[in-house]
């Protein structure tokens, strides 16, 4: 089975055509590829397919074979593959996901903007002794602002799993452990659910970034600073759209033979 990998500021893909996955278990397949002794090794797999309603339609699994309504960094991987493969001709598309319809404008180093939509906050929970600020960037999001070395120094693989698979949050969640820079940067460190810990996340980039910006943090315009590189994030306020600007490079390509 054919496959190309690629990664937005570290965050992972395996692509792969739909004709050679075409009547296999999707979930399975997943899992084998994305395990990272035995596989190929990703944080997912991404499949472009059909779609009535836009140029593509955007078909993403987590690392553990679950589906996720939406992925920041693979929806930037997979415009710049469909456009270097001429599956799209032009530079502003639209890709439908489990989140709906997100507009793409491509740059030629193949970096992207992308139109995430308008952020929906909800409550403010205590868990673990942390207050997450809850943030639906289409998929769900946790937020909670700490110092710096409370940041750096946290074991996210003993505290990511309690919170994302707490009761609270019924479909799981993704948690971000955020400190703030300056008005203009934030850092961010991820437990991203159906994954666990990875360098980098587009959508939970753009939730630590509005959540900041709507308790007063930071300013509209803003970096998000992660293990595996930087991902920009502008938003206006209020019902304003939020827009999400980052790199999407190639690894490699190859047979699975798994």
Same mark, same amino acid.
């Given at each position: 089975m054919r496959f190309i990998k690629m990664h937005g500021a570290g965050n992972d893909f395996v692509i792969l055509d739909p004709k050679e996955v075409e009547g296999l278990d999707l979930r399975d397949l997943t899992r084998r590829i994305c395990e990272r002794h035995f596989g190929v090794g990703a944080d997912g797999i991404l499949v472009p397919a059909l779609s009535k309603s836009a140029d593509l339609k955007m078909i993403y699994l987590n690392s553990d074979g679950s589906p996720s309504e939406m992925c920041g960094n693979g929806i930037r991987c997979l415009a710049r593959y469909a456009r270097d493969r001429g599956l799209v001709s032009e530079d502003a598309i639209t890709i439908e996901t489990g989140a709906g319809i997100k507009k793409i404008t491509l740059h030629g180093d193949g970096s992207s903007r992308v139109d995430m939509g308008s952020p929906e906050f909800g409550p403010e929970v205590e868990l673990y002794g942390f207050s997450f600020l809850c943030v639906s960037m289409g998929n769900p999001h946790?937020?909670?602002?700490?110092?710096? @070395?409370? !940041?750096?120094? /946290? %074991?996210? #693989?003993? *505290?990511?799993? &309690?919170?994302?698979?707490?009761?609270?949050?019924?479909?799981?969640?993704?948690? @971000?452990? !955020?400190?703030? /820079? %300056?008005? #203009?940067? *934030?850092?961010? &460190?991820?437990?991203?659910?159906?994954?666990?810990?990875?360098?980098?996340?587009?959508?939970?980039?753009?939730?630590?970034?509005?959540?900041?910006?709507?308790?007063?943090?930071?300013?509209?315009?803003?970096?998000?600073?992660?293990?595996?590189?930087?991902?920009?994030?502008?938003?206006?306020?209020?019902?304003?759209?939020?827009?999400?600007?980052?790199?999407?490079?190639?690894?490699?390509?190859?047979?699975?033979?798994?």
């Open positions: 946790a937020v909670t602002f700490l110092s710096e @070395e409370e !940041v750096e120094r /946290l %074991d996210l #693989r003993s *505290v990511g799993p &309690r919170v994302e698979k707490n009761p609270f949050f019924p479909g799981g969640t993704n948690v @971000e452990f !955020v400190y703030v /820079l %300056d008005t #203009r940067n *934030v850092r961010m &460190r991820i437990w991203e659910r159906g994954a666990g810990e990875t360098l980098a996340s587009g959508s939970g980039s753009c939730a630590a970034a509005v959540a900041a910006i709507k308790r007063g943090l930071a300013e509209g315009s803003l970096d998000v600073r992660l293990d595996g590189g930087v991902v920009g994030v502008e938003w206006a306020g209020g019902k304003e759209p939020v827009y999400m600007s980052g790199p999407a490079e190639y690894i490699c390509e190859g047979n699975f033979l798994g």
